[in-house]
């Protein structure tokens, strides 16, 4: 009859002896959550490889059955048609959704931050009704908001105008809620009275302390933003007629639906929609590292 002996400490106690780190069925949930995580990394990638290796492809090949086959490689005819279809229209459309995305996102981004600030810091009348107000818009759709906004900008004459997408982008009632959460945890009410003390406005201590210590949530809020004005479809498509005032997503479906007709667009949306995706890519990555940053760390001592 084998014994086995405890092991023990430096101080002398005794401790279970090791055994195996995993058992039986805990290597099948392993496997199990290790299967889910496979699938869905394939459900997430395989469009995006097909739309890669689409984008190389010419017209013939787009419709046959060789898309991940690396022959008939077009992606420099492909870019060039691209750029130079209906007279350059397409870098219009790109330059456009920049404005009305990189633009909007900055400046609506910045109200939204500073409404949440004034909601989180300050009292006045009516508070806390306003703010539920705020609650309200973010639960209404905004393609229900199109065609009230399409009347008033009629009214006004801004309709077919880049003013007429670019100033509704600005309100988002989603954001003024995450900035008010935000505020409450990134700016202590003791640094805000410490700023007074020495004798700063209130103006100036948003912007010199309160808005430096919101740079996560102003760049989370900023992302969030940036994706919903970049995909907006609706809203254009209600307020615009001029291509010239396109932005990508209104462009590429207009493409698209001449494609049934000729079919040489079909190449120029698949390989208009990987660059389309590109600038989204491109902020994500470089932004990411904000969202991380402890700005607030031993402001209060």
């Known amino acids: 009859m084998t014994t086995t002996t405890p092991t023990t400490t430096s101080a002398g106690a005794p401790t279970k002896p090791l055994g195996r780190p995993f058992g039986k069925s805990g290597l099948t949930s392993r496997g199990v959550a290790n299967a889910v995580v496979l699938i869905a990394a394939l459900y997430t990638m395989l469009p995006a490889l097909w739309l890669l290796f689409a984008s190389t492809k010419n017209a013939d090949a787009l ?4 898309i991940f086959s690396l022959g008939d490689f077009s992606l420099s005819r492909n870019l060039s048609d691209l750029f130079a279809m209906d007279g350059g229209l397409y870098g219009e459309w790109y330059l456009n959704s920049l404005l009305y995305a990189v633009g909007g ?3 609506g981004s910045l109200i939204s931050v500073s409404a949440g600030y004034a909601f989180d810091k300050y009292e006045f009348r009516h508070k806390e009704k306003l703010f539920g107000l705020v609650l309200t818009g973010v639960m209404v759709p905004q393609t229900v908001l199109a065609l009230p906004l399409y009347l008033v900008a009629s009214e006004i004459g801004l309709v077919n105008t880049f003013w007429a997408v670019f100033i509704p982008v600005l309100f988002n009632p989603f954001g003024v ?6 505020s409450s945890g990134y700016v202590p009410n003791e640094v805000l009275e410490a700023s007074r003390v ?3 406005g209130e103006l100036q201590t948003y912007i010199r302390v309160s808005l430096r210590m919101l740079g996560p949530g102003f760049v989370t809020v900023f ?9 907006n479809f609706f809203l254009p498509m209600v307020m615009l007629s001029d291509q010239h005032l396109y932005p990508l997503s209104l462009g590429l479906y207009t493409w698209n639906s001449s494609a049934t007709v000729s079919p040489e667009y079909y190449p120029l949306v698949v390989i208009g929609s990987l660059l389309a995706v590109v600038p989204l890519i491109v902020a994500f990555v470089t932004l990411q590292r904000y969202w991380k940053s402890g700005l607030t760390a031993g402001s209060v001592k």
Do not use: E
Request: no cysteine; hydrophobic share 60%; proline share 0%.
């Open 177 to 182: 809620y995450l900035a008010r959460l935000l």
């Open 105 to 107: 996102a900055l400046v």
């Open 223 to 231: 992302l969030f933003q940036l994706t919903a004005i970049w995909n």
């Open 198 to 200: 020495d004798g700063a």
């Open 63 to 66: 419709f046959g059955s060789d």
